[in-house]
C-alpha cells in the first residue's frame, strides 16, 4: 500500500515537487485531468492535492500519512502532528495590515477593532495577549476588501512581498509570525511505517543541507 502525501495545491506544491524529486522521491504521474489523488510514477506513493489550509487536517486524521504546509496552517489548525523538518521555501509571514491613513497608534490602543482574516484562532490570540477586545470576521478570501469596503479595521494575514498591500493602500503594523513550508507526519503512521518514512526523511534532509551550486 502506497504512502499518501497530502500537498496543498498552488506554488507550495510545485516547489514541494522539486525538492522531493531532488531527494529521489518519485513524482506523481503526470496527466492532463482533474484527479485529486495521483499515485507515483513507481506506485510507492500517492499524492493529494488539497487546499493549503486543509493540509494539517488530513495528516492529522490519518487521512495522509505525510503532509506538507505552511506553518501558519499548521498553528491556525492546531494540527496534533510530528513536525520533523522546516522545509527551504514557502517564506512569508503572517502579520496585522491597516488602511494607510490609519492614525498612528499602538494596537493595544484601539478599541473593538473589527478584523477581517482567514486566521481567527491566531489573531484572536495575538490581540487577546495585548489585552485588545477585538471583533473577528472570517474570510476564505479576498482579505484586504474587509477595509476598503468598511467591514473591517484591520486585516490579519500573510505577507510575502506585500505587493497586494500596497496594490490596496494598505501597511503592514506588526508581525505575528514568520512561516515557511514545514513537512508533517501522523504520529501514527510515523511509528507504524517508520521504515518507510524515515528513508524519505533522510533523503530530504540529505538534499536540503546540500550547498547550492553557484551557476557563474
Not at 506553518?71 to 488602511?99: I, N
Not at 495585548?130 to 469596503?149: K, Q, T
Request: aromatic share 6%.
Amino acid at each position: 500500500m502506497p504512502l499518501t502525501i497530502a500537498l496543498p495545491k498552488g506554488r507550495m506544491a510545485d516547489d514541494a515537487l522539486t525538492w522531493l524529486a531532488r531527494a529521489g522521491w518519485s513524482p506523481p504521474v503526470v496527466e492532463d485531468d482533474r484527479r485529486l489523488v495521483i499515485p507515483s510514477e513507481d506506485g510507492s506513493l500517492a499524492y493529494l492535492l488539497v487546499k493549503p489550509m486543509d493540509a494539517p487536517v488530513f495528516v492529522e486524521q490519518g487521512a495522509a500519512d505525510i503532509g506538507i504546509a505552511g506553518l501558519d496552517a499548521v498553528r491556525e489548525r492546531a494540527a496534533d502532528v510530528y513536525e520533523p523538518m522546516l522545509l527551504p521555501f514557502g517564506h512569508c509571514r503572517l502579520s496585522v495590515a491597516a488602511p494607510a491613513n490609519r492614525p498612528h497608534r499602538p494596537l493595544r490602543l484601539e478599541i473593538s477593532p473589527r478584523v477581517a482574516t482567514k486566521y481567527p484562532r491566531l489573531a484572536e490570540a495575538y490581540f487577546r495577549s495585548r489585552g485588545v477586545s477585538a471583533e473577528f470576521i472570517y474570510l476564505s478570501g479576498s482579505v484586504e476588501l474587509g477595509p476598503l469596503v468598511d467591514m473591517a479595521d484591520l486585516i490579519v494575514d500573510i505577507i510575502q512581498t506585500g505587493s497586494t498591500l500596497r496594490a490596496n493602500n494598505l501597511v503592514e503594523l506588526r508581525e505575528i509570525m514568520p512561516s515557511q513550508a514545514v513537512l508533517i507526519v501522523n504520529r501514527a503512521s510515523y511509528r507504524l511505517h517508520a521504515d518507510r518514512i524515515q528513508p524519505l526523511l533522510q533523503s530530504l534532509r540529505a538534499v536540503i543541507s546540500q550547498p547550492i551550486e553557484n551557476p557563474w
